[in-house]
């Protein structure tokens, strides 16, 4: 499956973004989806994830309350609304496709297939 992520820019804190992630192929909807971020230096950091079927939602604690992760299967599209933006969120962020189904949603090394990226800027 290939993924496209799309909507990143420069955001004032305290703005919002969406950012999509389109994936091409029919299995879209067989497949845990997650959103991790990285900045220059650091390990690429969990964000959120979200089961196949849309039921189960998870976040990392520095995003809870701020981002909403959903997904579209008839879209092949999974979405990041980001709210109340801080500069920290400042990074490039990945979608990603986890095909075996194994739960361990914020382990990046489970993810099977990644986006190209997308940045995000939020200015103070």
């Known amino acids: 499956v290939q993924l496209q992520a799309s909507g990143g820019g420069l955001v004032q804190a305290g703005g919002s973004l969406r950012l999509s992630c389109a994936a091409s192929?029919?299995?879209?909807?067989?497949?845990?989806m997650g959103w991790f971020r990285q900045t220059p230096g650091k390990a690429r950091e969990f964000v959120s994830a979200i089961s196949w079927s849309g039921g189960t939602t998870y976040y990392a604690d520095s995003v809870k309350g701020r981002f909403i992760i959903s997904r579209d299967n008839a879209k092949n599209t999974v979405y990041l609304q980001m709210n109340s933006l801080k500069p920290e969120d400042t990074a490039v962020y990945y979608c990603a496709a986890e095909a075996s189904g194994s739960g361990k949603y914020s382990t990046d090394d489970e993810y099977d297939y990644w986006g190209q990226g997308t940045l995000v800027t939020v200015s103070s």
């Open positions: 192929g029919r299995m879209f909807r067989a497949y845990d």
